[in-house]
């Protein structure tokens, strides 16, 4: 059984990145951008007022107070998408809308709600300040700088540089294409009713969802019945198809627990195949001609628990990026869940935050079998392997697993 530490470094010394490729700018979200993005423009492109109100030149309103009321003349309205030719006046207003172009001439926009107008008359009672809700020219970013660098992940907001920039496509590093396998006699289609002795087969839909969420390429090969020359055949498949092959089920000691056999036959580099984690100790990696397999246990929680905790780290690594862990800090049990020594404890919780501090509440049976509490939580409290029963009262480290 190998600790989590050495698991992890032992797959990453198997993981390298797989090249780069041109997504269109949509299909490039959570990839990891594999060129610097300059801009092709000024943004932005011209002088754009920030509100609705009145261009104006500010130096016509020096003198202006309540007790001093400045008249204009109101020339005409600018609204987006407009562009005005002429230039305006000392004494002239142009009604303006956000985001249109503010004339020549004009340096302040007065808001609407600081002013009345009557027919074309506008009527200012304070001092304007040159600039005063006008977007400069070129503020943002200028024709030839550096947008986003290299190696940055896109996350919606560079989506949203990159289509104000124009690129309807970047460079980004390849993810792996993820096969995925799921075995068991009692697996039955979602839309089945289920008979004596079968369950849905929900691990097919959470690891192509854990997949797919990180925008990797997952290649469902279906249920597998619990048959090794069945089997074989699939994973050969499998591994001819794919840069990662991932197995549910069949992974521990029973009579019909095929994978490992299975990858002995074929020749496979077995790694591990025990962590000592709890959810998740039967995982064993493998790799063959430079093809990662990973074979995880078929109890639900595990299976994401050890998806969450290897294979993603693996794919992102591969896709270019850092570790995306988030951070542990400390919590403090509401109530007491038992365990035994032995392994590193993953329990799921709530985990609620009171002033400066957290607090862990049970959400229900820590059976790896069970999703429902996995669903229910929003975090992990981390339970080390020297500890046995944890108490409510007790603190240890927890983080954040998805916020509702
Ligand atoms: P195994 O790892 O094959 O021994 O399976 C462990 C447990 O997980 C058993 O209770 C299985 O019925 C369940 N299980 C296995 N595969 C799936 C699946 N694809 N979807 C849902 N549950 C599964
Ligand atoms: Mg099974």
Redesign the pocket.
């Known amino acids: 059984m190998v600790n989590i530490d050495d698991a992890l470094n032992m797959i990453c010394k198997e993981t390298k990145i797989l090249g780069i490729e041109n997504k269109d700018l949509l299909s490039s979200i959570n990839r990891v951008l594999a060129e610097d993005i300059y801009s092709k423009d000024n943004l932005p492109p011209f002088n754009k007022s920030a509100m609705d109100g009145y261009a104006i030149k500010s130096n016509d309103t020096y003198n202006c107070s309540k007790e001093n009321i400045c008249e204009l003349k109101i020339k005409g309205i600018i609204k987006a998408g407009d562009f005005l030719n002429g230039t305006l006046k000392n004494g002239e207003a142009y009604k303006i809308m956000t985001g249109a172009p503010v004339p020549k001439g004009a340096d302040a926009v007065i808001e609407i709600e600081k002013v009345e107008s009557k027919e074309d008359k506008l009527l200012i009672f304070e001092q304007v300040k040159e600039n005063n809700n006008v977007i400069k020219f070129g503020e943002e970013i200028k024709i030839g700088d550096l947008a986003i660098n290299k190696n940055n992940i896109i996350r919606p907001v560079e989506i949203g540089v990159l289509a104000s920039l124009g690129y309807s496509s970047v460079k980004v590093y390849k993810a792996p294409t993820v096969a995925l396998i799921?075995?068991?006699d009692?697996?039955v289609d979602i839309k089945s009713n289920i008979k004596n002795g079968q369950?849905?087969?929900?691990?097919?839909y959470s690891l192509k969802a854990l997949v797919t969420n990180l925008n990797a390429e997952a290649l469902s090969l279906g249920i597998v019945s619990d048959d090794k020359e069945i089997l074989k055949e699939k994973i050969k498949y499998a591994l001819e198809k794919a840069d990662i092959v991932i197995t549910?089920?069949?992974?521990?000691v029973?009579d019909y627990?095929f994978v490992k056999d299975t990858l002995k036959e074929i020749g496979a580099d077995i790694k591990f195949s025990k962590i000592a984690i709890k959810p998740g100790k039967p995982v064993t990696f493998a790799t063959f001609n430079e093809k990662l397999f990973f074979a995880l246990?078929?109890?639900?929680s595990s299976l994401i628990t050890s998806f969450e905790n290897f294979v993603k780290p693996t794919i992102e690594k591969i896709m270019g990026k850092g570790n995306s862990n988030l951070e542990e800090f400390p919590v403090t049990l509401m109530d007491d869940f038992k365990g035994k020594p032995g392994r590193q404890k993953y329990v799921y919780v709530e985990i609620k935050r009171k002033d400066k501090d957290y607090y862990a509440y049970k959400v229900g049976s820590q059976c790896s079998?069970h999703l429902m509490t996995m669903s229910r939580a929003n975090g992990i409290i981390i339970i080390p392997k020297e500890v046995g029963n944890a108490k409510a009262g007790e603190v240890f480290n927890g983080k954040f697993i998805f916020r509702k």
């Open positions: 799921v075995t068991g009692e697996l369950i849905r087969n929900s691990n097919e549910s089920g069949g992974a521990s029973g627990d246990p078929g109890n639900p079998n």
